[in-house]
């Protein structure tokens, strides 16, 4: 099945604050509008695109499985760097031997 979506792509001149004077701005496409005074808009471009999206809701199952999977590892390794790190901050202060005055 296609589906289409308009979009309007704004390209902007970014002129960082930490650029010499002088010095070329970097181009940036945006899919939004902004009013920061370090970019300065260059064009627009507004566009229809089309592509196939499944006929059934369930096609997208497979994809969303391995997403949540990957979003488990992620949340597996930051809990397991967080809670080592905590096991050290105990040790250090069992470690730490009493001395009376």
Request: charged fraction near 20%.
């Amino acid at each position: 099945m296609k589906q289409s979506l308009k979009i309007t792509l704004y390209v902007y001149a970014y002129f960082s604050q930490y650029a010499k004077p002088g010095e070329l701005p970097v181009y940036i496409p945006q899919m939004y509008e902004t009013t920061n005074s370090n970019y300065v808009l260059v064009t627009t471009f507004e566009r229809e695109l089309e592509f196939d999206v499944p006929e059934n809701v369930a096609e997208y199952t497979p994809a969303r499985l391995a997403a949540f999977a990957a979003q488990i590892t992620k949340i597996q390794l930051t809990a397991a760097e967080d809670t080592k790190e905590i096991n050290d901050q105990m040790q250090k202060l069992l470690s730490i031997e009493y001395v009376s005055a």
